[in-house]
T-cell receptor
Framework: DAGVIQSPRHEVTEMGQEVTLRCKPI?????LFWYRQTMMRGLELLIY????????DSGMPEDRFSAKMPNASFSTLKIQPSEPRDSAVYFC???????????FGPGTRLLVL | QKEVEQDPGPLSVPEGAIVSLNCTYS??????FMWYRQYSRKGPELLMY??SSGNKEDGRFTAQVDKSSKYISLFIRDSQPSDSATYLC????????????WGAGTKLIIKP
């Protein structure tokens, strides 16, 4: 298995633009997580899905952020409109069970100018 | 107060030293404890996993849980420059409906 795949690896955009981050989880994993990591706040859970259904989105910072999982092999995290404070590394992770090992993707480095 | 506290470091030690990394937590319901290692510009990867109290050893790494003190530790023996990374603790209660709660991570630097 190739592991969790994320794209793009790097994204530079201007304030106000829409940003879409993509994730392909490990095949067979029922859980998918979106995290944001910054120096100031560390690793923050934004939202997680179980069998394509969003379970907890309490970590999503505001309405500008949305996430979807249309099928078991694909998820998106969208920011519209983007702001400079959204600059961070966004990780996608997947696991068999909620409490078991989470396998992280390489992350997307987002810079909003 | 955060549920999980972890000193962000950086912690710099000479090669060959014994390293001690620690997390404290406030929720006495936590039962599952994990240590993840994150190399620069990479995603975190699971290093050690323990349940409840006690010690677990894997090669040069030992994870220790003291539930009475709400304190977990990761020890690295004979530290190597390749151990230089950020180490994050994560934990959750017995209830399978809870997701992991993460520490902020400690940056470790092993000097050759």
């Amino acid at each position: 298995d190739a592991g969790v795949i994320q794209s793009p690896r790097h994204e530079v955009t201007e304030m106000g633009q829409e940003v879409t981050l993509r994730c392909k989880p490990i095949s067979g994993h029922d859980y998918l997580f979106w995290y944001r990591q910054t120096m100031m706040r560390g690793l923050e859970l934004l939202i997680y899905f179980n069998n394509n259904v969003p379970i907890d989105d309490s970590g999503m910072p505001e309405d500008r952020f949305s996430a979807k999982m249309p099928n078991a092999s694909f998820s998106t995290l969208k920011i519209q409109p983007s702001e400079p404070r959204d600059s961070a590394v966004y990780f996608c992770a997947s696991s068999f069970q909620l409490r078991e090992t989470q396998y992280f993707g390489p992350g997307t480095r987002l810079l909003v100018l | 107060q955060k549920e999980v506290e972890q000193d962000p470091g950086p912690l710099s030690v000479p090669e060959g030293a014994i390293v001690s990394l620690n997390c404290t937590y406030s929720n006495s319901a936590f039962q599952y404890f994990m240590w993840y290692r994150q190399y620069s510009r990479k995603g975190p990867e699971l290093l050690m996993y323990t349940y409840s109290s006690g010690n677990k050893e894997d090669g040069r790494f030992t994870a220790q849980v003291d539930k009475s003190s709400k304190y977990i530790s990761l020890f690295i023996r004979d530290s190597q420059p390749s151990d230089s990374a950020t180490y994050l603790c994560a934990m959750s209660p017995m209830d399978s409906n809870y997701q992991l709660i993460w520490g902020a991570g400690t940056k470790l630097i092993i000097k050759p």
